[in-house]
């Protein structure tokens, strides 16, 4: 889910089930209740750890350990790639709206500047399923930048197969920097949807069941 996300997917998660893959959905630390800190960084943690759980009761919950694929909207989307970098055992990723966040703050040098930008009453950024006040959540984004950056990562990504699919051609750039260096398969496209592609499910769908077989 995105930030903290009221779009779950799950009409996605049943179709892919009913294909006979296994699905799983979690709430990040910190959000809609779950124990722990909220923060993007403990998002990607969260999946590296998911991951993990996989492997150990691949077994008994007759799970392909060879076969996962990683699927994220909206933060999720950012978490999604920062993951995939991460795994070099996991080959395919499903990016849906990605939030560039490094992109959003970027010019944000100083704590003058986060003040005022977090606490402009235009920017939903407060959102009551969080544990960590706002100012917190995007101080990390401001210290270590470099981090947040996914073309940072484009290394680490180069043997992926990647499906960036937005609603805007606000990502464009990153898009194209990550398909320059990809070696595999890179797949972009900008929809004319909303943000949660609401006009788009059964498309979105079919185009996930799609790559899932790929």
Not at 5 to 20: F, H, K, P, S
Request: proline share 3%; aromatic share 12%.
């Amino acid at each position: 889910h995105g930030y903290p996300g009221n779009e779950r997917n799950l009409d996605i998660a049943q179709v892919v089930r009913a294909n006979g893959w296994n699905v799983i959905y979690f709430d990040y630390r910190g959000s809609w209740g779950s124990g722990g800190q909220f923060s993007f960084a403990n998002c990607v943690q969260d999946v590296v750890n998911a991951v993990a759980f996989c492997k150990k009761n691949a077994d008994s919950l007759r799970i392909d350990t060879s076969n996962i694929v990683l699927f994220g909207h909206s933060m999720g989307a950012w978490v999604c790639l920062k993951a995939l970098a991460q795994l070099p055992e996991i080959k395919k990723g499903f990016a849906l709206s990605t939030w560039d966040i490094y992109g959003d703050f970027k010019n944000i040098h100083t704590q003058q500047q986060l003040n005022a930008l977090v606490e402009n009453p235009n920017n939903d950024m407060s959102y009551f399923v969080l544990n960590t006040p706002v100012k917190e959540i995007f101080q990390p984004v401001i210290n270590h930048p470099s981090y947040y950056n996914i073309e940072s990562d484009t290394g680490s990504l180069i043997n992926k197969q990647i499906i960036m699919l937005d609603e805007h051609s606000g990502n464009k750039a990153l898009a194209e920097a990550l398909k320059k260096s990809n070696h595999n398969y890179f797949d972009y496209e900008v929809w004319q949807t909303d943000h949660p592609f609401t006009n788009k499910r059964i498309s979105l769908i079919n185009k996930v069941l799609a790559f899932l077989d790929k």
